[in-house]
């Protein structure tokens, strides 16, 4: 089992920025990948950023230049960076881990953490 938590949501106003961390109770090394997904009321979960083992990162469209995804394996974090947020950005994140293999499952989630842009 692994462990993911979550800090930093909060209500921002458009324009500013947050920090979201995510704390692994698990080496984030031996992840598949990390990420952070967003659910906001009446859509479906989707993904804003995620970074592989080989430091690859990825970014949905709509947060590209704005948000930036980083870990650091020594702690075994994953921190979302947001900036210029959008009243469209409000939502709750939610990060995830992917440690599944060729013989097993690994798909974890945090409990999530409000984000809040008011205009």
């Known amino acids: 089992q692994v462990q993911l938590v979550e800090s930093g949501g909060g209500l921002v106003q458009a324009g500013g920025s947050l920090r979201l961390s995510c704390a692994a109770s698990r080496s984030i090394f031996s992840a598949n990948a990390m990420g952070w997904y967003r659910q906001a009321p009446g859509k479906q979960r989707e993904l804003v950023a995620t970074v592989t083992r080989g430091a690859r990162t990825n970014y949905a469209y709509s947060v590209k230049g704005r948000f930036t995804i980083s870990r650091d394996i020594a702690t075994n974090t994953v921190d979302l960076q947001m900036s210029s947020l959008k009243p469209e950005d409000t939502a709750v994140y939610y990060c995830?881990?992917?440690?599944?293999?060729?013989?097993?499952?690994?798909?974890?989630w945090g409990q999530g953490t409000q984000v809040t842009v008011s205009s």
């Open positions: 995830h881990a992917d440690y599944s293999t060729a013989s097993s499952g690994g798909d974890y």
